[in-house]
């Protein structure tokens, strides 16, 4: 048995049957050209015939697991890939449809805390005749970020090869060069927020300095939203949507208007969010807010010098302007709060932006308090993550990567999160929510074509 850090263990703590802490992906393949009905079949076999299993996927909490298995690892010998590795198909019509079903039910079960924490499920049946893989880990053994870099390291950028080994299977990887970690991840945050005591005497200062700018500035958006439908508490139960976006219109969105592809993303969301709510009668007088990474990688460009920790990143708070009809204003109202929240960044240490991170993040941590979501105010509405993937298209022995959706956590008080990564020429965005504070989720998908499509004919 090899101890558990207390920054890992706290995910097995929090877990309950309306918090599942796994993370997963959805990911569709075009299977290669003349590939005949075996090929679903020889993928499965692929995926369960190496007994080379990695440690990490190796692992699972010690007997008792409900005491002991909160502090402990313990390492199998053996897996068993029949539980573990499952072949499933869609049922008829097998539209995308039927698939994010069968998903949305996987990604709401607890994984079972007897075996190592972690699921895959090749899945065929798709009319379109394209393959899917949903896979989920624990949060106690890999976060969001290092997940989504797994799946894309089992891959390959030649459609020929067919020593494509899946990612329980792969060697570990240095942090030196593995560039890992440059994506934000705000659970990543709150376990990396003990490592910044030496700086923490700094933050006194730059305290004072934040709040001037503040009180000057006046646009800054402060850690305190609105309440929405999206930040009660949450069940156990979950729906999940996706689609992709042809990055093309959104850069071409973002050049013509003189702001970032991420802002007309936050655009995208806003519109979406507000038409939404509409639907739902619900939607706030306020302004709502996101909670989107930063890398200081950017605060060191815009500062015109070099970046001293590609791998750092932090959290900024977005106002996303949903109280403005029109979504040309509502994206120039967007790209003003993100350069004000990254011009406060200016002069921190990274350690320090971390710190502040963890500042803004820490409420999640008070979700479990009784009384906590219902009375307090969410220090923000909604989590919008964008994860970089692959720039070349990938293959995993032959058949082409389609389409790549980040399946998250949701919590009390924070029950839609929306996560999306690149993949060569599209963004993939994957929306997990609450099916009973989220409902009809999948509109939000129509919402987001619209918006998009309003900044469009604006910029057109």
Known sequence: MSFMPPTDSMFLLAESREHPMHVGGLQLFVPPEGAGPEFARDLLD??????????LFRKRPAEPVSSLGNTWWSVDETIDYDYHVRHSAVPQPGRIRELLQLTSRWHGALLDRHRPLWEAHLVEGLSDGRIAVYSKI?????????ALKLMQRSLSTDPKAQDCIPPWSLPPRTRAGSGEGKSFDPWGILRAAGGVAGELAGLVPTGVKIANQVFRDGDVTLPRAPKTMLNGQVGG???FAAQSWAIERIQGVAKQSGTTLNDVVLAMVSGALREYLLEQNALPDEPMTAMVPVSLALRAESAGKESGDGNAVGAIIVNLATNRQHGPTRLEEIATSSRQAKKIMGDLTPLQILALSAAQVLPLAMTPIPGFVKYAHPPFNVIVSNVPGPTE???FNGARLDGMYPVSIVLDGQALNITLTSRKGFLDFGLIGCRKSVPHLQRLLTHLETSLEELEKAWG
Do not use: K
């Open 237 to 239: 139960a979950r729906r």
């Open 393 to 395: 298209e990938m293959y």
């Open 138 to 146: 624990h949060h106690s053994m890999v976060d969001g970020v290092s």
């Open 46 to 55: 692929s995926f369960r015939g190496t007994d080379n299993v990695s440690a």
